[in-house]
């Protein structure tokens, strides 16, 4: 089978996690996955942590699936921690054993409070690139994340941060946007440099009440549905960003990284968006499961979106596809007529489909939910993303720009 190019999402705990986050979309996917797992053609049902046999089908195969000199494995949850130090002690000496000359790193999205001195020093040791979840402020961040004992956990997140400084880990900050900061976005953003981040990323929960699978296991929401209490509103995320971007201009450009802004700047330089939501068509970022089932999307993680199980099939036979080719071409082909004419649509593509919950009288697809805040954000962002693509064409950086991005917003120097 040809090598391609795609990524994946290893869940090695599945939906089993160390806090019970009042927000997080994979605490329903408990009894779903269990009867899909125990209902295909492998009869394999959930495993606590992913069995070895299945981790060492995985690595192997997706290493031999890529065409790149270099592979990132990238380990989410639930709570990846919890598949202890020894698994990940497998994963690298599996890596090693299968890398074939090519360059592995692997990437780690945790909430962080089980992390201590010897995750740290692991870490370390083996160059993995770690993704803490934190909310912002501690009375932001205790609201909705709190352990299963309903305990507060900024502390112990704040600790962690503090071993992986320690032990210079690379790190990156990964803010949920809600009901409770949507309009806190300079405070947030000043509070995460204050702790020593900076590579940030800021994802909008957007999520509708009830179950949103329909009876033919797709995803669907109910006409009218709606939103939880903890969702951001359509245009807060908007907000949240653009005084995110306000103040990043100030004296953070080449020194702090936000993932959407440098998305959005590759865009205006002609390359592809960085992040999945700016995509003009999804597919490419699969999920496994901890029992070896595939599906679409960490997003789309129900029975209709499933591809097959990595001890059936190969990866790169998944990932290519009709079924994962429809779900990928689906997001491009399925726009309003507002979304097809608007100025901004090839910054956004429509965003995820995910969030397309919007009914339009007369039309056949819905509408992003939060289309007001992508206006927002990249009308806003439009000036200044001009001037940093022209003085990087000329050979400079994006810093070079900062003066004439002062100026043509009358001010005398950013500082």
Same mark, same amino acid.
């Given at each position: ?16 996690? *160390? ?91 945790? *909430? ?36 299963? *004992? ?266």
């Amino acid at each position: 089978m040809t090598a391609a190019r795609f990524h994946m999402m290893a869940k090695p705990t599945s939906y089993r996690c *160390n806090l019970k986050c009042e927000y997080c979309f994979y605490l329903e996917k408990e009894a779903m996955l269990d009867e899909v797992s125990g209902c295909g053609s492998t009869g394999s049902q959930q495993p606590d942590v992913m069995p070895e046999h299945v981790l060492k089908r995985y690595i192997r195969d997706y290493i031999a699936s890529q065409d790149s000199d270099q592979i990132d494995f990238s380990w989410q949850g639930g709570e990846p921690t919890l598949a202890g130090i020894d698994f990940y002690r497998n994963v690298v000496k599996y890596q090693r054993q299968y890398a074939n000359g090519k360059t592995i790193t692997n990437s780690f999205q945790t *909430n962080a409070v089980a992390i201590n001195k010897q995750w740290a020093q692991f870490f370390a040791d083996n160059q993995f690139l770690i993704g803490v979840s934190i909310d912002g402020t501690p009375d932001i961040h205790d609201k909705y994340r709190i352990s299963v *004992n309903g305990k507060p956990t900024f502390e112990r997140v704040k600790r962690a941060i503090e071993y992986l400084i320690e032990y210079q880990v690379e790190f990156n900050v990964l803010t949920v946007i809600n009901d409770q900061n949507w309009d806190k976005g300079a405070q947030t953003y000043q509070f995460l440099k204050s702790l020593g981040a900076r590579h940030l990323q800021f994802i909008p929960i957007v999520e509708v009440e009830g179950s949103a699978q329909g009876s033919s296991h797709h995803y669907a929401t109910a006409k009218d549905a709606p939103l939880t209490y903890f969702s951001v509103p359509s245009h807060g995320y908007g907000q949240f960003m653009t005084e995110v971007f306000d103040e990043w201009l100030k004296e953070d450009v080449g020194t702090i990284y936000v993932r959407m802004f440098d998305s959005v700047l590759a865009t205006w330089l002609g390359y592809p968006a960085s992040v999945c939501v700016q995509s003009k068509n999804c597919g490419q970022a699969m999920v496994i499961e901890a029992n070896g089932d595939v599906y679409s999307c960490d997003h789309y993680v129900y029975p209709a979106n499933r591809l097959g199980n990595v001890a059936e099939l190969s990866l790169t036979k998944m990932a290519t596809s009709k079924q994962q080719q429809r779900f990928g071409q689906a997001k491009s082909a399925k726009l309003t007529e507002q979304c097809q004419s608007c100025e901004v649509h090839g910054l956004c593509y429509g965003g995820c489909p995910k969030h397309r919950i919007v009914q339009q009288d007369g039309q056949k697809h819905k509408h992003n939910y939060l289309c007001p805040s992508y206006q927002k954000i990249f009308r806003h962002t439009a000036p200044a993303m001009h001037l940093m693509s022209q003085a990087i064409r000329q050979g400079g950086t994006a810093a070079d720009a900062l003066p004439m991005i002062a100026h043509a917003r009358g001010q005398h120097a950013f500082s």
